[in-house]
T-cell receptor
Framework: SAVISQKPSRDICQRGTSLTIQCQVDSQVTMMFWYRQQPGQSLTLIATANQGSEATYESGFVIDKFPISRPNLTFSTLTVSNMSPEDSSIYLCSVGGVYEQYFGPGTRLTVT | QKEVEQDPGPLSVPEGAIVSLNCTYS??????FMWYRQYSRKGPELLMY????GNKEDGRFTAQVDKSSKYISLFIRDSQPSDSATYLCAMSANNFNKFYFGSGTKLNVKP
């Protein structure tokens, strides 16, 4: 199994600012995934982060808005840039695949 | 049309009831079907996965897939108050990196 921690657990930010979310895994993993979960909505994949290469973004998400770093096999960051109230959501990182997937506890972001 | 549709509930049942949670999907390429449980203010945790059609049982939980109808179900027998959570279905084609999630069904099991 994998244990995932995220920082911060929650934050309230002003529009136009940026927030960096950290994700730490207790074991080395090749791929890490970043999701967004809006109230009443399904989890939506933002991007896949491989160590040593550029993140792969899903349709509707761009690197300028959601830059991702993956400096080593246990850590990743997601930055939400130039925030607007529409970015208010829960952001989750995860590792694993179909047979064994683990999620972090999430970062609850409110943009005012 | 959404890739995956899931009734948001909420679903409220008495303790000991049999619970049926369902999802429909539109993409016939989906081969892997997962169910997650998410407690309040926690990340989702994988409950069960199945490949292609058929049933899979794990304790009080049974996952069922009907690919011909593009319909999947999760049954919970002898439901307990500790089962109160949001249940999300998810699906994937052969590409394990892309999961499509339902919006989740909130379940409340009353003691």
């Amino acid at each position: 199994s994998a244990v995932i921690s995220q920082k911060p657990s929650r934050d309230i930010c002003q529009r136009g600012t940026s927030l960096t979310i950290q994700c730490q895994v207790d074991s080395q993993v090749t791929m890490m995934f970043w999701y967004r979960q809006q109230p009443g909505q399904s989890l939506t994949l933002i991007a896949t982060a491989n160590q040593g290469s550029e993140a792969t973004y899903e349709s509707g998400f761009v690197i300028d808005k959601f830059p991702i770093s993956r400096p080593n096999l246990t850590f990743s960051t997601l930055t939400v840039s130039n925030m607007s109230p529409e970015d208010s959501s829960i952001y989750l990182c995860s590792v694993g695949g179909v047979y064994e997937q683990y999620f972090g506890p999430g970062t609850r972001l409110t943009v005012t | 049309q959404k890739e995956v549709e899931q009734d948001p509930g909420p679903l409220s049942v008495p303790e000991g009831a049999i619970v049926s949670l369902n999802c429909t999907y539109s993409n016939s390429a989906f081969q892997y079907f997962m169910w997650y449980r998410q407690y309040s203010r926690k990340g989702p945790e994988l409950l069960m996965y199945t490949y292609s059609s058929g049933n899979k049982e794990d304790g009080r939980f049974t996952a069922q897939v009907d690919k011909s109808s593009k319909y999947i179900s999760l049954f919970i027998r002898d439901s307990q108050p500790s089962d109160s959570a949001t249940y999300l279905c998810a699906m994937s084609a052969n590409n394990f990196n892309k999961f499509y999630f339902g919006s989740g069904t909130k379940l409340n099991v009353k003691p």
